[in-house]
């Protein structure tokens, strides 16, 4: 999956967490885990993209893992200004 969103974003930051044994019991869990994943991608690629457009860009890519196991993300997808957040202004209190 990593390989496969860095390839597809130029990400400035990507950071994967494997959830699936908290979600044991829940549809689309496996034993072996591997299906439920958190994803922060920081990525230029998002420039001018809808929360929705984004979000099809990523289960787009990610089309394959989801036909092998994968059952769910939780996305945070950013620009990279986005995730700098507001730019902080000299001389203001």
Known sequence: ?????RRHFTPDLLQIEDESARHAGHAGAAPGG???FRVLL????????SRVARSRLVH?????????????????LRTPQEHAGPSVRGGET
């Open 60 to 76: 787009a890519v990610l089309a394959e893992e989801f036909a092998g196991g994968l059952h769910a993300l939780a996305l945070n």
């Open 1 to 5: 999956m990593a390989a496969l969103l």
């Open 34 to 36: 591997q299906t439920h």
């Open 42 to 49: 920081v990525s230029a690629a998002f420039r001018g993209q």
